[in-house]
């Protein structure tokens, strides 16, 4: 029963993955590429500042994004699940997934009309006579690219927080504020924690799609905004050099994927299981 | 519980803020595909049709709606027919292998699509398959996958196993079981994880990107006219595919009653 699908995951996801891998130790001439078993194109990417930085910056729009994305979705995904918006839940949550479906490329485009150098919030705004100075730091910068990859990644976030929440039963937080917990403190100490496994993973998704994008910095980011992603995208593309654009982003998957388990470890010394 | 005037009012106009932080961009997109200045910029011009008529009438892009609609009916095709049984086996199973092959089903999810990308690309290189629509339905179907086989196996989770069983006992062939009691419990869960796998598939783009060789989807169109700068079909385009999405996700959700939580 499970032949036609591990099978199709084993030619077309293990298998790559292990060429991509070997690719990573290999070199090129600039036509071809030859496997081999060299650490060259590691050594660039560790002691290049260029690919150290983009790493790092990927890293850290990442998590950001993660954090933001979680912030603002949770307000909306407690007022659903335990809030006083119960009754609206299905509608807003079929708003969130119709956002989640709408093409990725079709929202960057449209941020990119709000928020590029012809935008309209500039437009606006100097039609207000509003000075353009704030807009320039805006346009084609880190900001840009946060603030658009959290409004695509909301959505992402929301779905496992309301699950998490979901599954509270109403009446530990009753119990909790009976025993003299204030609002804040109750849900400080049982809502948060009860939740905590869905804040996990709503980072973990948020964080990795954000990470590991190119398309958004490519798009909105200008020079000084490049992640990670577009230095790997352009050694496939124009600059042919395949073996180091899988060493960065092997480097890229290993630091995410360390990221991630120190958070978890961290979190668990502080006694928040991502299991409950 | 129950919740004072003022915490209703505060949660509702959050609500209402955040998804207007979600769909106040895409709004103005499809504000400016009516307006015949041709630029995503104030003020309005005028209503028009004309950047419609321009898409209709443009080859390369019809040539791209239908690549689209084709990796997306390939892939749907594909993933129904790889993914029904395995999502019977995470379902009905409980053995440490069925948990490592779940794991191993979900790990796409957990991955960038451009590193999928990647290594798609260096798959099909190594071995001297050019790329093509082919290449690019194998990368579809390895990120949609996931979605088919997690939705359709929380279905059939909830499935009372004695039903065919009993069909089974009252003279009816494994075929026949499932052909006439499986079968009509899971197909609108079916349906509607399907169509969600299509409308994925329609707007993907970083996989398309890297597998698809010369080939264009209406994602790739989109990206190439932002990159050339200026182009007035671009907002069309995106509202075209705007309208797909709301009206797939309203059917699944009218047909198929799917769990998201």
Redesign the interface.
């Given at each position: 029963m499970v032949a036609p699908a591990g099978l199709f995951m084993a030619i077309f996801f293990i298998v790559p993955l292990g060429v991509l891998f070997a690719y990573s130790f290999g070199a090129t001439n600039g036509i071809d590429v030859s496997f081999g078993f060299s650490l060259d194109n590691y050594t660039k990417v560790v002691t290049s500042p260029l690919f150290r930085d983009l790493i790092w910056r990927s890293l850290w729009v990442g998590s950001c994004v993660g954090i933001f994305s979680i912030a603002l979705a949770f307000p909306l995904a407690y007022a659903i699940t335990l809030g006083p918006l119960q009754r609206a839940g299905t509608f807003v949550l079929l708003m969130v997934i119709v956002s989640l479906f709408t093409a990725y490329i079709v929202r960057i485009y449209a941020w990119r009309t709000l928020l590029g150098k012809q935008g309209a919030i500039g437009q606006l705004l100097a039609a207000a006579g509003v000075p353009g100075a704030p807009l320039e730091a805006l346009s084609y910068s880190k900001a840009a690219v946060i603030i658009t990859l959290v409004s695509i990644l909301v959505p992402v976030a929301v779905l496992p927080l309301t699950s998490a929440l979901s599954g509270i039963p109403p009446a530990c937080i009753a119990a909790a504020r009976s025993l003299g917990a204030t609002a804040f403190g109750a849900f400080a100490r049982i809502t948060v924690p009860l939740a905590s496994r869905g804040i996990i993973s709503a980072f973990a998704l948020t964080f990795v799609i954000a990470a590991g994008d190119f398309i958004t910095p490519q798009l909105l980011g200008g020079p000084q905004a490049q992640l990670a992603g577009n230095a790997v995208v352009s050694r496939f593309g124009l600059s042919f050099d395949w073996p180091l654009g899988s060493a960065i982003a092997f480097t890229l998957i290993f630091l995410m994927g360390a990221l991630l388990w120190a958070m978890t470890l961290v979190l668990r010394r502080l006694g928040i299981k991502d299991r409950p | 519980?129950t919740?004072g005037r003022t915490?209703?009012i505060a949660?509702?106009a959050?609500?209402c803020v955040?998804?207007a932080?979600?769909?106040?961009?895409?709004a103005?997109?499809v504000l400016?595909s009516f307006d015949s200045k041709g630029?995503?910029?104030?003020p309005f011009q005028g209503p028009t049709l004309s950047w419609y008529q321009a898409v209709i009438a443009d080859p390369i892009i019809r040539k791209a709606a239908l690549n689209s609609v084709i990796v997306a009916a390939g892939t749907t095709l594909a993933c129904i027919?790889?993914?029904t049984?395995?999502a019977?086996?995470i379902a009905r199973t409980r053995s440490p292998s069925t948990t490592a092959?779940a794991g191993?089903?979900a790990?796409?999810?957990?991955?960038?699509?451009?590193?999928?990308g990647?290594?798609?690309?260096?798959?099909f290189?190594?071995i001297g398959i050019g790329l093509s629509l082919w290449t690019a339905i194998?990368g579809h179907?390895?990120i949609t996958?996931p979605f088919l086989?997690f939705t359709l196996s929380a279905r059939i989770a909830g499935i009372d196993p004695q039903l065919s069983e009993a069909a089974a006992t009252l003279g009816a062939s494994p075929a026949k079981a499932f052909a006439t009691v499986t079968l009509p419990l899971i197909r609108s869960a079916m349906i509607g994880a399907a169509l969600?796998v299509v409308?994925?598939s329609?707007?993907?783009?970083?996989v398309s990107f890297?597998t698809i060789g010369s080939s264009n989807t209406l994602?790739i169109i989109?990206?190439g006219q932002?990159?050339a700068g200026v182009s007035p079909t671009?907002n069309a385009i995106?509202a075209l595919?705007?309208l797909a999405?709301?009206l797939?996700?309203?059917v699944v959700?009218r047909l198929a009653d799917l769990k998201?939580?």
């Open positions: - | 519980m919740y915490s209703i949660f509702t959050y609500t955040l998804l932080f979600l769909f106040a961009p895409i103005v997109v400016f630029i995503a910029a104030f027919l790889i993914g049984s395995a019977f086996v092959f191993l089903m790990l796409p999810l957990l991955l960038p699509h451009l590193l999928l990647i290594a798609l690309l260096s798959f290189n190594s194998i179907v390895l996958l086989v969600l409308a994925w329609l707007d993907e783009f970083s890297l994602p989109i990206w932002m990159r671009v995106s595919m705007v999405t709301i797939l996700v309203c959700h998201f939580r």
